[in-house]
């Protein structure tokens, strides 16, 4: 079982870097909570592939500085539907 959540952890980190994934949308994909992909990119992956997890960190790094302009952009979206 224990090498089921490894696998799951570069699946996700792997996805991750190519899609240059919120974590929502990871979550969202693998069908699985926010805080598990959370808790497989920045703890487990760590510990099964390093390169991996620093690549990951990068692009989680880079979603978390843009997310308030998405938040604003979807706020923006959300009254331009409704006037």
Do not use: C, W
């Not at 909570?33 to 959370?38: A, F, L, R």
């Not at 997890?53 to 790094?61: I, Q």
Request: proline residues 2%; aromatic residues 6%; charged residues 30%.
């Amino acid at each position: 079982m224990k090498g089921v959540v490894e696998a799951r952890a570069v699946e996700l980190g792997e996805y991750i870097i190519e899609s240059q994934a919120t974590v929502r949308k990871a979550a969202k994909k693998f069908g699985i909570s926010k805080s598990t992909v959370h808790k497989d990119v920045s703890q487990r992956l760590k510990y099964v592939n390093p390169e991996l997890y620093n690549e990951v960190k990068t692009v989680l790094e880079i979603n978390k500085a843009q997310r308030h302009i998405r938040g604003g952009m979807a706020t923006k979206r959300k009254y331009q539907k409704h006037p």
